[in-house]
Structure formats: C-alpha cells, structure tokens
C-alpha cells in the first residue's frame, strides 16, 4: 500500500478525515489543531506528502511559509492574538509526532503566554467553529 493512503494528514488534505479548515488551495491546505496549545492553533501543511521541513521541496516549503504568514495575519486582526509562534518540529526527539510535514501557527495572548509543555487545551465543537470562522474572515 502507498504510505499516502494511511498519512493521517494526507487523508485530512483529500477531505476523508474531517477537520476544521481555515485555508485551502491547489498545493496546501491549513486547519485547526484538533489538540490546540492556545486558541485558534492553525496547522498548515503541503497537500503533497513530505516527511518533514528537511525534505520538503523548496517550492512548496515557500509556498506553505506564505500561507502560514497569512494565518498569523489572520490570527492577529481576528482573534486579538498579541503575539504568533511558528515552529515545525524534525523528527521524533524535537516532537514529531505526524510524520507529513506540516508548519505550527500558534496565537498567543498577552492575558497567557504559551509554554508549549503543558497540556493542549479542551475546546469544544461550537467554539472551534468560531474560531475557524474568525481566521477564515481574514483570509
Ligand atoms: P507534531 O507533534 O507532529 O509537530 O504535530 C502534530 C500535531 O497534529 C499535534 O499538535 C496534534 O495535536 C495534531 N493532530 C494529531 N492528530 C490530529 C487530527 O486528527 N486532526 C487535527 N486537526 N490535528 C491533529
Ligand atoms: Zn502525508
């Protein structure tokens, strides 16, 4: 079997796995981390499958550095974030754990500021969906 068709995110890209997405075109797709560190956590990833930033084409890795700007953009004028995080982690010892390379965009707020060692916040359907509205208006 082609290891795409198991891909956890390859399968969210080709819309067989449901997600909360902020952002769609021909080469990335970006959607709310299902276990977000603060409010409106965006994950925007390449919908060709790469293992990781080390082996992404140049191409796409620009391409998805674009989109990542915009969500930060977004997650400023629509979500009152003071301030963005955006990190993408190499392999299993820096915290990997989905091996599709995907970009980490994460608000942060000046009332609490990130510390990426605790736990991922619970946020229920109804305000996931505002909150994937809200980023959308600004995109
Ligand atoms: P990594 O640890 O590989 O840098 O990041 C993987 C991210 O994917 C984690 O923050 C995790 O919460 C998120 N994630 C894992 N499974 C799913 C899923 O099924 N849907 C969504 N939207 N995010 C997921
Ligand atoms: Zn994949």
Known sequence: MDHTES???????RGEIPSYKVYEDNLAIAFLDISPASRGHTL????EHC?????CP??????????AQTIAQAQIAQLGATGVNVLTNVGPSAGQSVFHFHIHVIP??????LDLTTKPLAIADKEMLLLQDE?????
């Open 108 to 113: 942060s707020y000046r009332e609490k500021v």
């Open 58 to 67: 140049k191409d796409l890795l620009d391409h998805c550095f674009e989109v």
């Open 7 to 13: 891909c956890l995110f390859c399968r969210i890209a």
């Open 51 to 55: 293992r990781d930033f080390t082996s």
């Open 44 to 47: 925007v990833l390449p919908k």
């Open 135 to 139: 980023i959308k208006k600004a995109i």
